[in-house]
């Protein structure tokens, strides 16, 4: 792939600055300037960088007015990045068909765009739609639908009857409809609450390695448009998660609970079961979140707190061993006090 | 489905009230209530939800008298629900037999009545009993038992040497029987400490999705009878786990770690080696165990103490901040306290 | 297996004490010490019950100069143990060959004394090296390199342009190289920042069950030689994690972070993305590492601060409660003297 300068500042429809000749031939991030690439930057720290790299060419955000070599200057020079890696580095799509060796169950409809790997089950009665790619050791159970252009990688699992919507990934390792876990207790054991709901999966969802999403125990378990889960992340029985949020790695939702449109959660977050998170929520790492928590803030700590609060919290912490000490000297002066003032009260 | 709730109170041995003639052709939860649906509730409060929802009866608490709906009266509304439940929707169990596509070591034993899925390996001496259910795409190593009616579902891995008991459930993607985390410091790198021994799981234990159980350095790695393990838990070499516990998401036990009977952890608990803790033990969600814990009581924080204190702990952990601006007003009032003090012991 | 104290004494390469007849046919740890077997101890304590076993004989420390049973003495009790019970218990290694029932992408090469499992897949153009051992339902991309004597365990996944050193181990179900968790926000929603870099793996790496080490979005991830990986491990895009480090289960470091060499992090660790670890830090469990930390120390807390610190303020988090009743009732005593200091100033 070679393109020279203009050509990508029109693919990306964004405004170039300096010699629209130079030669592109790959993309580079900071840390790995390859030869005739173009980086980006997102801050003028990292435009210094960028100058004095070897790299031909920069993108650069609107803000920052010149750069020392020809440049793209874009609002969002990041998704610039993404759109030019995919361009120089365009993913290989296997080909269309179905392995010899691959179960195909009674009554599966599989597209013919559609690519179905070695080792690979589809269960009775389920649909495979255009463009769709069904990775080697992937177990898909019965009555399952996979939309259009929707990639499962290698060894995932995904139950009967869950439904996926269109341009979903889905990591290797991945469980998708697992049963919920739900017991009724029952004496001193525990008796299984069937779990005969589902899971649905919306539209350009990605789902990183080894996460698990159960089943619902009635009704669905829902992933909304857009969202982005992270590896090793757990989703509870009956959980919604609202559109386009993010959830890093390791978070863990219990059953039964709402997570609102555009939240971010940081990586080892935990949220208890029943808890209503509202809209536009950011949550710091290794956050637990026991109760409801309302839309449009930031928080931080188990329990969550606003995260000044968070900061001044542990802050005070880092204080904490002094101030016992502070307190004790404080006992002291004012024992002394007292007993002075008895003795000027005495002497009169 | 359909009976009438004279039926169901008989199926359930619980006492009926009102009208015995009603029609149930399905089984709800208060969030969905189905058409011509059986539904139940433990509170008050929930009982006022299900008799103005459109549920055509509710199974009630004993404590709750009357209900405005014809109902089912019952010590266990949840334990009647999950069987009501089992009794509506039957789980469909794969057919007996083995898959053509599978693969059967030398010298195993395959029951009559077990289904081996696509995909799956049995290694050499193994011995799947009868009822069970080896899915797709399960590998399974040498000398491995697998009990009567266990359930293993896709993708799954189980060691050489692993014994399951009877109806035990493993969800999709768990690793049993994986190598203990065990190395010999030499020098600056490790040595391996090989894992020569095995896991046992006894009977009506289940396991979720992505679960990982070591198997022990020698010995065994035990989870014990009725005990319920939610998905990406991780359980240490030689740990035993006791019977009836439950033990939540993302959950962590170090190695030769013992647990015991009727525990319950919430998600993301972490445990430390060779910690013995007692039984019936709750330990709150994010908690962490560095060390040994009495039977019969409620943890909570990291490290744990009883949960009356963590809860005081994070009340005053709340106040820090203006405890420390409290203190340094102390300090002021006493400093001008001595130097007027001082003053008056002067004037005399 | 049968071997005599002395020939134990001489395979270890060292120093005998008492009867070097007495014949050794296990290996034994303290909790479940076998007939005629020899155990091993590292402190005074453990010797006491070594002692007062049924063991033969007693791998003692060299710090400890006698011992009531025929000893072997060492300075590193455990790795003699390590490779007694590698002596007495080897692994059984499958033997070499392709299963007929596993797909070889065109122009892959697996060496002759490599072993290929029933349902792997290895990818167009990928090597598998001599000795290697990749199990049953392995799937491996294409172009991936798996050095000698490597072994993959069942059912893990191992994406395109990997690479993967010798003597390396990898446990069921992990997935190496899946994509890195990159996106650019556009607008509301999240566009997918293509991961076109790859994992490298070096050589004597062990990695637990279902880890996930997420390949780069330019260059390499890298895990570096000697490196242990508990399971559910999560690794991000672009990290480096130095030699010889040890990270414990369920531990999460976030992309484009850099750990030192000879590193331990124990259970549950989060590190968050762009941090550099120095090196020999040792990690305490459930900690979070927010920013840079320098070598040659051991943190504890979330965020870490050195361990005495952390010890001091979990001290001191303990008494807060009481502190905060002390004072309120300085101030009571405050206001007290002054008001007393107000009245004796009055007077005058």
Same mark, same amino acid.
């Given at each position: 792939?070679?393109?020279?300068?203009?050509?990508?500042?029109?693919?990306?429809?964004?405004?170039?600055?300096?010699?629209?000749?130079?030669?592109?031939?790959?993309?580079?991030?900071?840390?790995?300037?390859?030869?005739?690439?173009?980086?980006?930057?997102?801050?003028?720290?990292?435009?210094?960088?960028?100058?004095?790299?070897?790299?031909?060419?920069?993108?650069?955000?609107?803000?920052?007015?010149?750069?020392?070599?020809?440049?793209?200057?874009?609002?969002?020079?990041?998704?610039?990045?993404?759109?030019?890696?995919?361009?120089?580095?365009?993913?290989?799509?296997?080909?269309?068909? =179905?392995?010899?060796? #691959? !179960? %195909?169950?009674? +009554?599966?409809? @599989?597209?013919? *765009?559609?690519? &179905? /790997?070695?080792?690979? $089950?589809?269960?009775?009665?389920?649909? =495979?739609?255009?463009? #769709? !790619? %069904?990775?080697? +050791?992937?177990? @898909?159970?019965? *009555?399952?639908? &996979? /939309?259009?252009?929707? $990639?499962?990688?290698?060894?995932?699992? =995904?139950?009967?009857?869950?439904? %996926?919507?269109?341009?979903?990934? @889905?990591?290797?390792?991945?469980? &998708? /409809?697992?049963?919920?876990?739900?017991?009724?207790?029952?004496?001193?054991?525990?008796?299984?609450?069937?779990?005969?709901?589902?899971?649905?999966?919306?539209?350009?969802?990605?789902?990183?390695?080894?996460?698990?999403?159960?089943?619902?125990?009635?009704?669905?378990?829902?992933?909304?448009?857009?969202?982005?889960?992270?590896?090793?992340?757990?989703?509870?029985?009956?959980?919604?998660?609202?559109?386009?949020?993010?959830?890093?790695?390791?978070?863990?939702?219990?059953?039964?609970?709402?997570?609102?449109?555009?939240?971010?959660?940081?990586?080892?977050?935990?949220?208890?079961?029943?808890?209503?998170?509202?809209?536009?929520?950011?949550?710091?790492?290794?956050?637990?979140?026991?109760?409801?928590?309302?839309?449009?803030?930031?928080?931080?700590?188990?329990?969550?707190?606003?995260?000044?609060?968070?900061?001044?919290?542990?802050?005070?912490?880092?204080?904490?061993?002094?101030?016992?000490?502070?307190?004790?000297?404080?006992?002291?002066?004012?024992?002394?006090?007292?007993?002075?003032?008895?003795?000027?009260?005495?002497?009169?």
């Amino acid at each position: 792939m070679k393109k020279n300068l203009r050509e990508i500042a029109q693919f990306l429809g964004a405004e170039l600055i300096g010699d629209g000749a130079v030669s592109i031939e790959a993309v580079s991030n900071l840390d790995n300037i390859a030869r005739n690439s173009i980086t980006f930057v997102q801050t003028e720290k990292d435009l210094a960088r960028a100058e004095s790299s070897s790299a031909a060419a920069i993108i650069i955000p609107s803000a920052l007015s010149t750069s020392k070599k020809s440049a793209i200057k874009s609002d969002n020079p990041k998704l610039c990045f993404a759109k030019l890696l995919g361009l120089y580095m365009p993913a290989d799509k296997p080909k269309p068909g =179905v392995h010899k060796a #691959a !179960v %195909i169950g009674a +009554g599966a409809e @599989i597209a013919k *765009s559609a690519h &179905i /790997g070695a080792y690979a $089950v589809i269960g009775e009665g389920s649909k =495979v739609d255009s463009g #769709a !790619v %069904i990775s080697s +050791g992937v177990i @898909i159970g019965e *009555s399952v639908y &996979i /939309g259009e252009d929707t $990639v499962i990688n290698p060894n995932v699992t =995904v139950y009967k009857g869950v439904s %996926i919507g269109k341009r979903v990934i @889905i990591h290797g390792g991945g469980v &998708i /409809g697992g049963d919920g876990f739900g017991y009724a207790k029952d004496g001193d054991s525990y008796y299984k609450v069937p779990q005969v709901g589902n899971v649905v999966i919306e539209d350009d969802v990605e789902i990183g390695s080894n996460v698990t999403i159960d089943r619902a125990t009635i009704g669905s378990t829902i992933i909304k448009r857009g969202t982005k889960i992270d590896n090793l992340v757990q989703i509870g029985h009956n959980d919604i998660i609202g559109e386009n949020s993010v959830i890093c790695a390791q978070t863990g939702i219990s059953g039964s609970s709402v997570v609102g449109r555009r939240c971010t959660f940081a990586g080892q977050v935990g949220v208890s079961d029943h808890v209503n998170i509202g809209e536009n929520v950011i949550v710091g790492a290794q956050s637990g979140i026991p109760s409801d928590v309302e839309g449009n803030q930031v928080l931080l700590g188990s329990p969550v707190v606003p995260i000044m609060q968070a900061k001044r919290q542990y802050g005070a912490f880092a204080k904490l061993p002094k101030l016992i000490i502070k307190v004790s000297q404080l006992i002291k002066r004012i024992d002394d006090l007292e007993k002075r003032l008895a003795e000027i009260d005495g002497r009169k």
